[in-house]
């Protein structure tokens, strides 16, 4: 790095001997349902800018000449797959650089482009950083308009200040980024520089507001000094956006009273909810064709652009007729996945059983273990008393595990070697089934939601920020069965308290419990069939041939940090309860039809004109089609234009 020759704005710098990558831009247009507008997704590719070197291939170095190139192009061969977790790589983190410093030099570009004033930055873009993985725009769009474009510090920061936007997404501590100053000083040292300033000029206001509170100053930091010098970067988000928000009621005040209590202290009125939601199209229209037909003949059309109308359908709840029509939607839905489980696991499967569904990422906080261990005390209810009367079930589990998450890895064994003992006994025979579908997608979610009964949202309270397989689920006439957390909860309000299946302990309980101590065997002792269907596990039954692999996950439970064997008695009390309801059919129905109507808020409509009033501070354009010239125009092309008249 070096001084720029301009000695007038002291703060500019030049920055030399860099890796200079082109980025190629992939577009794809995005058509919104029934409008008038399609909107370009641009997606980057890193490219060399000088590929492939013919000197050294002359020379019959071959190796060398591809290997500029091939190292250019390794920034954006795969994004990187974990979730809830956080990863250190110095390849991560000159991805997350390449993608945002591409964007950003882009909407500079367009700007110029169409001669609009760089310093209307902030008046004609708004940024949403959605999570921490592109913070790097913050100092790097501070670097654009000092060391690019002259500007100064402070002209800089209010542009950056108003631009910027935060959702947080989790308050797993594993999954908070913070990179260490070792590694940003070798790779974007003039990033790590305005990050410094930045902090230095946050922490001159913390102290001038909280004279003489040096713990609060350190805690504020973005800069963490021990045990490793580290960059904070929700913290850098947060100082430097707008609006802070959270993606349910639960998750955003549990930011503002735990991880951001400082901040929002200091910054009142900065922290924001944004519920999440789901879009209706994909996961109601598209992927569920005969229960939208259904709906559609009860209510109309309106409801696939307005979710909300919905609620028409609670005048059905007492429509036998109906309550049938729904049912054989369901049962129709079930048949199809029946098709592709006996297609891809070779397992048949009981129409008439619960179909009984837990799809998400594999996380230990999600709780699986929690389902898987619950089946095998179904297993051996069954095991006790053959000929007694029991509700069948198909246990349904579809998970991707981050490639270095050994303990992820762990659960999915397990389910796998359960389902293979448990669908083999022909004791059991069509009563109880588990089954493992593998590389479960958005794809594969659009075949198993429309066929699900029960709905797994079993998190540790306080664990999941939202979830949103819980509203398609709702979405498409299946019971929950989950813990107060997340959007669970406003699920919960929704529906209403006698239309899901709500067991486990609060947030409160779990910190409580925590508080005194918490000792996962004194709740395993009184629990006779979890301590069963632990031994089960140790004595190998269900790993015959691969003697004690099981032995990481049951040592795990000496500390259990997600409090299974807290809320396994809750949870098993209230299954049996979910069994019961559903021995009667038009009751069942009834209730699948209550969680449908009442699922309008959980539009991602919704989601986004809150996010465009609370955040963006944007209204509804109306966009004419200008059918007679054969052609449309977007709200967005036309924006540039209509700057420069007002100009
Ligand atoms: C909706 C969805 C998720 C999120 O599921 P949660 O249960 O809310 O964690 C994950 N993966 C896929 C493929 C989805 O469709």
Same mark, same amino acid.
Request: contains cysteine; charged residues 25%; aromatic residues 10%.
């Given at each position: 790095?070096?001084?720029?020759?301009?000695?007038?704005?002291?703060?500019?710098?030049?920055?030399?001997?860099?890796?200079?990558?082109?980025?190629?831009? $992939?577009?794809?247009?995005?058509?919104?349902?029934?409008?008038?507008?399609?909107?370009?997704?641009?997606?980057?590719?890193?490219?060399?800018?000088?590929? /492939?070197?013919?000197?050294?291939?002359?020379? #019959?170095?071959?190796?060398?000449?591809?290997?500029?190139?091939?190292?250019?192009?390794?920034?954006?061969?795969? @994004?990187?797959?974990?979730?809830?977790?956080?990863?250190?790589?110095?390849?991560?983190?000159?991805?997350?650089?390449?993608?945002?410093?591409?964007?950003?030099?882009?909407?500079?570009?367009?700007?110029?482009?169409?001669?609009?004033?760089?310093?209307?930055?902030?008046?004609?873009?708004?940024?949403?950083?959605?999570?921490?993985?592109?913070?790097?725009?913050?100092?790097?769009?501070?670097?654009?308009?000092?060391? #690019?474009?002259?500007?100064?510090?402070?002209?800089?920061?209010?542009?950056? %200040?108003?631009?910027?936007? &935060?959702?947080?997404?989790?308050?797993?501590?594993?999954?908070?980024?913070?990179?260490?100053?070792?590694?940003?000083?070798?790779?974007?040292?003039?990033?790590?520089?305005?990050?410094?300033?930045?902090?230095?000029?946050?922490?001159?206001?913390?102290?001038?507001?909280?004279?003489?509170?040096?713990?609060?100053?350190?805690?504020? %930091?973005?800069?963490?000094?021990?045990?490793?010098?580290?960059?904070?970067?929700?913290?850098?988000?947060?100082?430097?956006?707008?609006?802070?928000?959270?993606?349910?009621?639960?998750?955003?005040?549990?930011?503002?009273?735990?991880?951001?209590?400082?901040?929002?202290?200091?910054?009142?009125?900065?922290?924001?909810?944004?519920?999440?939601?789901?879009?209706?199209?994909?996961?109601?229209?598209?992927?569920?064709?005969?229960?939208?037909?259904?709906?559609?003949?009860?209510? #109309?059309?309106?409801?696939?652009?307005?979710?909300?109308?919905?609620?028409?359908?609670?005048?059905?709840?007492?429509?036998?007729?109906?309550?049938?029509?729904?049912?054989?939607?369901?049962?129709?839905?079930?048949?199809?996945?029946?098709?592709?489980?006996?297609?891809?696991?070779?397992?048949?499967?009981?129409?008439?059983?619960?179909?009984?569904?837990?799809?998400?990422?594999?996380?230990?906080?999600?709780?699986?273990? @929690?389902?898987?261990?619950?089946?095998?005390?179904?297993?051996?209810?069954?095991?006790?008393?053959?000929?007694?009367? /029991?509700?069948?079930?198909?246990?349904?589990?579809?998970?991707?595990?981050?490639?270095?998450?050994?303990?992820?890895?762990?659960?999915?064994?397990?389910?796998?070697?359960?389902?293979?003992?448990?669908?083999?006994?022909?004791?059991?025979?069509?009563?109880?089934?588990?089954?493992?579908?593998?590389?479960?997608?958005?794809? @594969?979610?659009?075949?198993?939601?429309?066929?699900?009964?029960?709905?797994?949202?079993?998190?540790?309270?306080?664990?999941?920020?939202?979830?949103?397989?819980?509203?398609?689920?709702?979405?498409?006439?299946?019971?929950?069965?989950?813990?107060?957390?997340?959007?669970?909860?406003?699920?919960?309000?929704?529906?209403?308290?006698?239309?899901? /299946?709500?067991?486990?302990?609060?947030?409160?309980?779990?910190?409580?419990?925590?508080?005194?101590?918490?000792?996962? &065997?004194?709740?395993?002792?009184?629990?006779?069939?979890?301590?069963?269907?632990?031994?089960?596990?140790?004595?190998?039954?269900?790993?015959?041939?691969?003697?004690?692999?099981?032995?990481?996950?049951?040592?795990?439970?000496?500390?259990?940090? $997600?409090?299974?064997?807290?809320?396994?008695?809750?949870?098993?009390?209230?299954?049996?309860?979910?069994?019961?309801?559903?021995?009667?059919?038009?009751?069942?129905?009834?209730?699948?039809?209550?969680?449908?109507?009442?699922? #309008?808020?959980?539009?991602?409509?919704?989601?986004?004109?809150?996010?465009?009033?609370?955040?963006?501070?944007?209204?509804?354009?109306?966009?004419?089609?200008?059918?007679?010239?054969? /052609?449309?125009?977007?709200?967005?092309?036309?924006?540039? %234009?209509?700057?420069?008249?007002?100009?």
């Amino acid at each position: 790095m070096e001084q720029h020759p301009d000695d007038r704005n002291p703060m500019r710098r030049k920055w030399v001997d860099t890796q200079d990558v082109l980025a190629m831009p $992939y577009d794809t247009p995005i058509p919104g349902y029934q409008t008038n507008t399609v909107n370009t997704l641009r997606l980057w590719s890193a490219e060399s800018l000088y590929g /492939f070197n013919l000197a050294k291939f002359n020379q #019959g170095d071959y190796i060398s000449a591809n290997l500029e190139s091939a190292m250019d192009q390794n920034i954006t061969r795969v @994004l990187y797959p974990n979730d809830n977790n956080y990863e250190g790589k110095e390849l991560r983190l000159k991805q997350q650089y390449f993608l945002v410093s591409a964007t950003l030099q882009d909407i500079i570009g367009r700007m110029k482009t169409y001669h609009v004033d760089l310093h209307d930055f902030a008046r004609m873009n708004v940024v949403q950083l959605n999570d921490t993985h592109p913070a790097l725009a913050i100092p790097e769009l501070m670097r654009l308009l000092i060391d #690019g474009e002259n500007f100064t510090w402070d002209e800089a920061w209010k542009i950056v %200040s108003k631009t910027f936007n &935060y959702t947080n997404h989790t308050l797993m501590a594993e999954a908070l980024e913070k990179w260490s100053v070792r590694l940003m000083e070798k790779l974007l040292p003039r990033h790590l520089e305005i990050i410094y300033e930045i902090n230095f000029r946050f922490l001159c206001q913390v102290s001038a507001k909280y004279i003489g509170d040096n713990d609060r100053i350190a805690r504020m %930091s973005l800069i963490q000094e021990y045990p490793e010098k580290m960059v904070r970067m929700a913290y850098m988000c947060v100082a430097a956006s707008d609006h802070v928000n959270g993606v349910a009621a639960l998750h955003t005040e549990l930011l503002k009273e735990g991880l951001f209590k400082d901040f929002n202290e200091f910054f009142p009125g900065k922290f924001v909810n944004v519920t999440n939601g789901i879009t209706p199209r994909r996961w109601l229209r598209k992927a569920n064709p005969e229960l939208s037909d259904l709906i559609t003949e009860k209510i #109309g059309t309106d409801w696939v652009k307005h979710l909300n109308e919905l609620d028409k359908l609670s005048a059905y709840t007492e429509d036998t007729e109906f309550l049938q029509k729904l049912a054989a939607v369901k049962r129709e839905n079930k048949q199809k996945l029946a098709r592709y489980i006996e297609e891809h696991n070779n397992i048949k499967v009981n129409l008439d059983s619960i179909f009984d569904v837990q799809v998400k990422r594999l996380h230990e906080y999600k709780r699986q273990l @929690l389902n898987i261990l619950h089946a095998i005390t179904l297993y051996l209810k069954i095991k006790d008393n053959p000929k007694a009367d /029991f509700v069948p079930r198909t246990i349904i589990f579809g998970a991707k595990a981050a490639p270095g998450y050994f303990m992820a890895k762990q659960i999915i064994k397990l389910i796998n070697s359960v389902a293979d003992v448990i669908n083999a006994d022909p004791e059991i025979g069509d009563k109880l089934k588990v089954v493992f579908l593998a590389n479960y997608r958005v794809s @594969l979610a659009e075949k198993i939601i429309p066929a699900a009964d029960l709905s797994e949202q079993i998190s540790l309270a306080g664990t999941e920020a939202s979830g949103t397989s819980n509203m398609k689920f709702a979405l498409n006439g299946a019971l929950t069965i989950g813990t107060m957390d997340g959007a669970n909860i406003e699920i919960h309000d929704a529906v209403g308290a006698d239309n899901i /299946f709500i067991f486990g302990m609060t947030v409160d309980e779990v910190k409580k419990l925590r508080e005194q101590g918490y000792n996962p &065997y004194s709740f395993i002792e009184k629990q006779p069939y979890l301590k069963r269907a632990l031994d089960l596990i140790r004595s190998n039954f269900f790993s015959r041939g691969e003697m004690d692999i099981f032995r990481p996950i049951l040592d795990s439970l000496n500390y259990d940090t $997600y409090m299974l064997a807290a809320d396994f008695e809750s949870y098993a009390a209230v299954q049996e309860r979910v069994a019961q309801l559903y021995q009667n059919p038009m009751e069942w129905q009834k209730c699948c039809l209550k969680n449908i109507a009442k699922m #309008g808020m959980f539009s991602s409509d919704r989601s986004i004109t809150e996010y465009a009033e609370k955040i963006w501070n944007l209204k509804p354009v109306h966009v004419d089609v200008y059918a007679k010239h054969g /052609f449309v125009l977007s709200a967005q092309q036309l924006e540039p %234009s209509n700057v420069s008249q007002n100009e």
